[in-house]
Structures are given as structure tokens and as C-alpha cells.
């Protein structure tokens, strides 16, 4: 993706909206370059959908400083005046007409005469492999053929900007997960702008090039998904992205970007620090780290190794997950979740201490 020099495709500047007494949009702000694929996340009621809608033209905000699609204000124009294009989750097909005739319905809605409509509508279904398919009814055609049939007929009229509403929702796991890599390969070939609203966390990481988090109609942090899974910027981004132990304390001291955080308990647990808020002593601090990065081992009295995070600890039997085993392991710090990824970390006879590294936990203000 190559973006140097160039203007945004899509420009968000302090977007406010809400319903009655539910702020769905406060203060949102984004700026999409051309080429990418941006997804937003959140889970429901975080303002992902209405954000969508402020930028199609569904919805006109309460208050905005500025909406621009490719560098031309769109604030107060209906939908057909803004160079976008909508996906739904219920694809909106014509069950009358014929996949090529689905596909040319923009086209010639715009004023292209038939046979080009329809000759354009058959290069978009060679795009998504489905040209071989093209006289056929909506009706027989799997879920996973809508889906593309679909796209296909929002690209063919080459807006500025594809928008996508959750359209994988409806697809069972293995189509859903197929089609996850058609839609990057669909988007690096014709080299659009996609904007992605999901709810699953594993859309957003696999397919985008950044990653917008919601909450509350905010946004909660924004960057490529990597930044996100490694480095979430607070407590509410690192449960979310997977960090499903959390654990709270008072920082005792905080050096070379780690803090020493103490239990209401006694226990002491050394983290690096997360976020853009600095820790200082004395404040309340929120732990989290993932499951996979707790290990069990056997300590003889209070031999537990070096340079880690080391809690005495009472396991339960492992369930059996398919490629991963997972259990619980009682603390002074409360209950831990363990997970140990095909044999990786296999059982430790008499296991007695469960153990971290230092960066595999994050700390947070409280």
C-alpha cells in the first residue's frame, strides 16, 4: 500500500451522534488512507454501526467538524452523492433477476447502457470467480456466493469507498474463515479502500492493515493488529483482545518500564507497563496477561526461578479443547485460566507454582 503524498480517502473530525439519551457517537475522529483495509470492532452497542451509517449517509450526525470522501465534503448528502458503497449482512439481492443482472443493477441505475452494464458485471464475477455462474438465479447459489455476488455488485461501480457491515455474520465457521482471505485478495486486486465493521476480534486481526476499537461510542485505541494483540493501551483493549487474566493492585514502584504491583493480599507481581498513562507509587493498577503464557512447574519450597512472576498455585484437571488444553489454577491472587497449545506445556507431575515472564504481563491504571 502506497499512500505517500496522497489525501485521505476518508476524513472523520469530531463526529458526535446519539439516540434520545444514548451517546452512540462522542467525539470520533478518523482518518482512512487510499488502499487500506480498516476494520472497526466493537463489541455491540460500541458505536461501530453508527459510525457506518454517519459515513454512507443512513444517519446525518448531530454535530461533525468534517466528513470527506475523497477530499469532498459529503455533511448533509443523501447516500447516491457520496462515492461509497454499502455491503449488508443480508447481502439485499434481487431474487428476480439473474447474478449478472444483480451485479449491473448499479451500473445501469447509473445510466450505462445494458450490453456495457452488463459486460462490466461479468469482469467484477471474474474478480470473485463466479463468472462461470453468472446466468444463474440468486436462489442457487450457496451463502458463500451471495456473499461474493454481492461485493461484487458494490465494486463494479468503483466507489472511492467499500463499506462492509458485518457481512460474514451469517456464514458457518469454515466459510467464514474461507472467505476472510478471498475478501484481502478481493481488496489487494482492485487496490480499494475497505472499511470492515465486525465484532470478532479474529476478522479485524486477520484481514485489516489497522484496527479501530470502540467502546461507548469512543475510540478506545487504533492501530495495525499486532500493536493491538501485543500492546492494547488499557484494560478494557487487553480483555477484549484476548487477555483473559486480570488481576488488580497497588504499584509499589515502577523502573526501566516495568512496575511491582502488590495484591490486597501481600502478593507481588512485576509487569511491564501498557498504555500512554504513566503508573507512579501509589496508584491502583490493573495486571493482565493471556492464558498461553502460564506455566506450571514443581517448586521446592520457595525456590521458584529467577527473573519471573511466581505464584503457589492449586491446578484442576486439564479439559481437553482440541488444539489446546486448557484449566484453572487457584492463587493468593485469585483464579488463573492456563492454556497449553498442542503439547506444548504438557502436564508437571506434582505441580505446585504457576510462573510468567515480566513482558508476557501488562499493567495498567486501574
Not at 480517502?9 to 446519539?18: G, K, P, W, Y
Not at 457481512?167 to 474461507?178: F, G, T, V
Not at 489454577?329 to 505441580?351: I, M, Q, Y
Request: glycine residues 8%.
Amino acid at each position: 500500500m502506497n499512500t505517500a503524498a496522497q489525501a485521505p480517502i476518508l476524513e472523520i473530525q469530531d463526529a458526535v451522534h446519539s439516540y434520545g439519551s444514548v451517546l452512540a457517537l462522542d467525539h470520533v475522529s478518523l482518518r482512512v488512507e487510499p488502499g487500506e483495509f480498516v476494520s472497526i470492532l466493537g463489541e455491540s452497542g460500541s458505536g461501530k454501526t453508527t459510525l457506518l451509517r454517519l459515513i454512507s449517509g443512513l444517519e446525518q450526525a448531530q454535530s461533525i467538524t468534517r466528513l470527506a470522501i475523497g477530499g469532498q465534503s459529503v455533511i448533509g448528502k443523501p447516500p447516491a452523492q457520496r462515492n461509497c458503497t454499502t455491503v449488508f449482512q443480508s447481502y439485499a439481492l434481487f431474487p428476480h433477476m439473474s447474478v449478472e443482472e444483480n451485479v449491473a443493477y448499479g451500473l445501469k441505475v447509473r445510466g450505462v447502457a445494458r450490453p456495457e452494464a452488463l459486460r462490466q458485471a461479468r469482469e467484477a464475477l471474474a474478480v470473485v470467480r463466479l463468472e462461470a455462474k453468472a446466468q444463474r438465479s440468486i436462489g442457487q447459489l450457496s451463502g458463500g456466493e451471495k456473499q461474493r455476488v454481492a461485493l461484487a455488485r458494490a465494486f463494479v461501480i468503483r466507489p472511492a469507498l467499500l463499506l462492509l457491515d458485518e457481512p460474514l455474520a451469517a456464514l458457518d465457521e469454515k466459510l467464514r474463515i474461507d472467505m476472510q482471505s478471498e475478501l484481502v485478495e478481493i481488496q489487494r486486486s482492485l487496490g480499494m479502500t475497505f472499511v470492515f465493521i465486525t465484532h470478532s476480534k479474529e476478522e479485524a486481526l486477520t484481514m485489516s492493515d489497522r484496527v479501530v476499537l470502540m467502546r461507548h461510542g469512543r475510540v478506545e485505541q487504533i492501530g495495525p493488529p499486532v500493536a493491538l494483540f501485543d500492546s492494547p493501551s488499557s484494560l478494557f483493549a487487553a480483555e477484549f483482545m484476548g487477555f483473559e487474566n486480570l488481576l488488580g493492585g497497588r504499584v509499589l514502584e515502577t523502573r526501566d518500564g516495568t512496575a511491582l504491583i502488590e495484591m490486597a493480599n501481600g502478593t507481588r507481581i512485576r509487569s511491564r507497563v501498557g498504555g500512554d498513562q504513566p503508573l507512579q507509587a501509589g496508584v491502583d493498577a490493573g495486571i493482565a496477561v493471556r492464558a498461553e503464557h502460564l506455566r506450571l512447574i514443581s517448586v521446592t519450597g520457595t525456590n521458584a526461578p529467577a527473573g519471573v512472576n511466581a505464584l503457589p498455585c492449586k491446578p484442576s484437571p486439564a479439559a481437553y479443547r482440541g488444539k489446546y488444553t486448557e484449566r484453572w489454577a487457584d492463587t493468593p491472587a485469585g483464579r488463573l485460566k492456563l492454556r497449553n497449545w498442542e503439547g506444548k506445556n504438557v502436564d508437571v507431575p506434582s505441580a505446585d507454582t504457576v510462573i510468567w515472564e515480566v513482558e508476557d504481563s501488562i499493567a495498567f491504571p486501574a
